[in-house]
Each structure stands twice: as C-alpha cells, then as structure tokens.
C-alpha cells in the first residue's frame, strides 16, 4: 500500500496558457482544501468525483492569493494512479506553477519522482509494464504511424499476446502436475500431446510475435538512414527537399547523441532519422573531409542508404569505391539531376543498381514521390493493414527471444526423458521471461528503470 501523498508541475515549465500541478495520493483532497477558496464557498472535501471548481491558492501564512485556478477533484479509483488525484491548472508560468506547488508540498505532499505517477498506475495494478511504456512512447511519438502503435499498445495490444501465451503455458504446468498426483498411471512425457502440441503452440505464437518486430521497431525508434554519393552529387540538395515536406517535429530526448542523429523527417508515416547530415552539409567532399572511417560509421548505423548517382556527371572511381563499403547493405540507389542534360552511362547505372533506381531531381522535386513510396514499400514491405499487430518495443523482443529459448529447452528436456519436474522448471522460466514483458516477474531494478525514462509530472 503506498502511503504518501505526491505532487508535480505536469506541464512544460515555462510560459503558456495554463500550467497543471498534479496531486496523487490519499490526503491529495486535503492538501489541495487546505490552499484552495472557493468562488463559491465549495470545500472540496465534500465534492463529488470529477468535478471541477473555480477559485484561489491562497497562502495563509502571508495572508496572500498566490493564483486564480480551476481545480479538478477525481476521487479513487477511477483516475490515472487510481488514488485519489487533484488537479490545480493555473496560469500558464514559471512563479504561479511554482508558487502553488510549494504550497501543495508544504501541506504534505512529497514531490514526485520522474514517471511516479504512472508508476503508481502500474503498480495500483491500472496498467501493466508494457502499457506504461507505451505511455512514454506516446509522449516521444514522431510520427502519426509511431503514436498509432503507442496508443495500441496503452490499450493493451501487448498486454494481451503476452497474457495469453502466458495462460497457456500455466495450464501446461497444471496439466504436468496433474500427471505428477498420480505417478502409477506412468504417462510418458515425450508422448503426451497435449504437452508437446501447448509447447509447439506457445513457441508458434512467440514466433508469430517475433516476426512482426523488425517493422515494430522502425515505427518506434525510426529507419536509420544515411545519404550517400560522392561530392556534388546532391545529397543536402535532396535532404533539404525532403525535410522541406517531411521534416518531423521532435523533441530532445535526455541521453541520444545529437551528433550523431541529427535530422528526423517522416515518410508517410516512417520515422527517419537521417545519420550524419552534419557531414554532408558542413563538407563538399564526404570521403576525404569527414574520412572513410565516419562514413563507414554511418553505412555500418543505417538501416537503409540511399545512394546517389549524378546524372550529370559520368560514374566516376569515387563512386565505385562508396558503392563498395555500401556492398552488404539494403540500399534505395537515386538518379539525381534528371533536370540537366545526361552525362551518365545509364547502362552502368542499371548494372550497379541492379535495375532498380528512381529518376530524381532535387531542384524540380520531380521524382521525390516515387522515392517517397518506394522507401515506404522497401520498409513495410507489403505496407500494414489497418490494425495489424507490431512489437515495436526491443525490450519485449528480447524477452520474448528468451521465452522461446526456454521453451526449446523444454522440448529438448522431455526428449531426453528427464522427469515432470524438470520440465516445469522449463516452463516456469519462459513465463517469468514473459512475465518481464507485463511486468509481474520485473524487479525492483527493471521496473525503476523504466519509470525514471519519464519526465516529472507523468
Ligand atoms: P552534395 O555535395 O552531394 O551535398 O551536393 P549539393 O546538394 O551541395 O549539390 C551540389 C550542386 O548541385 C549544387 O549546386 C546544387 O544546387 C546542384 N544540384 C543538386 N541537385 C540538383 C538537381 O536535381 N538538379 C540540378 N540542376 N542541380 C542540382
């Protein structure tokens, strides 16, 4: 049971329309009562749930209204902690948020640790792990396609796989320790078929998951992508064009290197995060400037290079040698400046490209559609039905990963013989590893780490 009352500014701090000072816990109704007078002579304490309430923070030792607020009384548990939650929204700013949270903390309340309201979520028992961090997933979604998958997974899309897959394997352990109360009937494990076909189904259905988690994770975390091409083929020129339509707003996250990922744009909906543009547009000579070996770091980073050839220009030995460190990666090859006259051995080009290229210019913006679709295509393949399922969090692949590795240990234990003991050890380690996805098996360690991702006020 937790015992204590937190509170935290919600909000950006900073100037704007209103700013929300959030209370959680037991005496938050209390607290807020102590501050607050009414327009209407209202003591919040007798309020229904989820009302709101207009009048002051007032500060009794200075004698002093401190704000002129709304506050929002939603009782347990129906609310986001499922304790008791105040909201106090006042004018947007840096002193009256401030001002009326002292206040709130000096009536009692402790303030809140970064993601503790969201941790109280989750251990009030309101959401599991992986719904808490698709919370934090909404909040850094870039892109309308990365916040659809967050949302799906707040709703429990995770959640529920996970739990069923789990309540399988828990009937499986049953189903062993019925055969255990009764040793004379001798079953031999290696020819029960309801074990082995519940096993067989469980690593099918993790399977099935896993299969779904490479696109899982570009919609969360973004295609790593790197322009590429010799000097002056055009590579910021195609960059801009395509920041100038697609550039994502995003956010700084604590803890990325800047340096290195430095423009985030969206592709029908693909978060991209262009590597090593700084490169690209501080030098007119990739190669030699910035060095093979930053280039190489970039090719080895991606996801996907987009390689461009000038049409312009002949195929030149500088094209030859990138196209050689891009030998083992996916690439989308360009045909840049389709607008000037032809220079180019497009024979060459088709060879290189393997036939497959898109006609560009960066200065026209013809072509950059068809480069738009194919990266797309190139991506999601076959594209995504409308509510089709994605892991899209690492986390829960690695798990997952280790589920089925316990579960082929399984297999391989009742082959060999051993006994019904032996096999539920198996069994119960792949729920645990499972049980890390959700959150019941997540230790102390895990679970802290994850919510101190958060920001304050969460
Ligand atoms: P980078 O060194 O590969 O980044 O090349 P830039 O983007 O700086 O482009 C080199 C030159 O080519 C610049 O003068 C651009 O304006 C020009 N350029 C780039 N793309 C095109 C194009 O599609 N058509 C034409 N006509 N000029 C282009």
Do not use: W
Request: aromatic fraction near 4%; glycine fraction near 6%.
């Amino acid at each position: 049971m937790i015992e204590d009352t937190i509170a935290a500014i919600s909000t950006p701090i900073g100037e704007g329309g209103i700013s929300i000072i959030r209370i959680s816990g037991s005496d938050a109704i209390k607290i807020v009562s102590g501050i607050f007078k009414s327009k209407r002579n209202v003591d919040l304490k007798n309020v229904k749930s989820h009302t709101v309430h207009y009048g002051f923070i007032y500060d009794a030792e200075n004698d002093e209204i401190c704000d002129e607020v709304l506050v929002n009384v939603m009782k347990s548990p129906h609310t986001y902690t499922k304790e008791d939650v105040v909201e106090i929204n006042c004018h947007g700013g840096y002193i009256p948020s401030k001002r009326t949270l002292e206040l709130v903390l000096k009536n009692g309340a402790r303030l809140a640790e970064p993601g503790e309201f969201t941790k109280r979520a989750f251990l009030n028992g309101r959401l599991d792990i992986s719904q808490a961090e698709a919370v934090i997933d909404i909040i850094r979604s870039k892109t309308d396609l990365s916040n659809k998958y967050a949302l799906m997974q707040l709703n429990g899309s995770v959640k529920e796989k996970i739990t069923k897959i789990k309540n399988g394997l828990v009937a499986l352990i049953a189903h062993i320790f019925a055969l255990m109360d009764f040793p004379e009937e001798d079953v031999e494990l290696l020819n029960d078929g309801e074990l082995i076909d519940g096993i067989n189904n469980s690593i099918r259905e993790i399977d099935e998951i896993l299969k779904t988690s490479e696109k899982g994770r570009i919609v969360r975390e973004g295609l790593n992508t790197a322009i590429i091409g010799k000097p002056n083929v055009g590579k910021s020129s195609l960059l801009n064009a395509l920041l100038n339509e697609n550039r994502a707003i995003v956010t700084d996250v604590p803890g990325t290197t800047r340096d290195i990922i430095e423009e985030h744009l969206s592709i029908k909906g693909i978060p991209i995060n262009l590597i090593d543009t700084a490169g690209i547009r501080q030098t007119d000579e990739i190669v030699e400037k910035i060095g093979v070996e930053r280039s190489r770091e970039a090719i080895n980073k991606a996801d996907l290079i987009i390689f461009v050839f000038d049409n312009s220009r002949p195929i030149e030995k500088d094209d030859y040698d990138i196209l050689k460190l891009i030998e083992n990666k996916k690439v989308l090859y360009i045909l840049n400046k389709i607008d000037l006259p032809s220079a180019i051995d497009i024979d060459e080009v088709d060879r290189l490209s393997g036939g497959r290229y898109v006609r560009l210019s960066s200065v026209t913006k013809e072509g950059l559609e068809t480069l738009e679709n194919t990266v797309y295509n190139m991506v999601l393949s076959d594209g995504l039905s409308h509510d089709e399922f994605l892991l899209t969090n690492m986390r829960h692949k690695d798990a997952l990963i280790k589920a089925k590795g316990s579960l082929m240990s399984c297999l391989k234990t009742i082959e060999s013989g051993l006994t019904e003991d032996f096999v539920s050890i198996d069994l119960n380690s792949a729920i645990d590893h499972l049980g890390l996805i959700t959150g019941e098996t997540a230790n102390e360690d895990l679970i802290n780490e994850i919510f101190e991702r958060f920001c304050v006020g969460k």
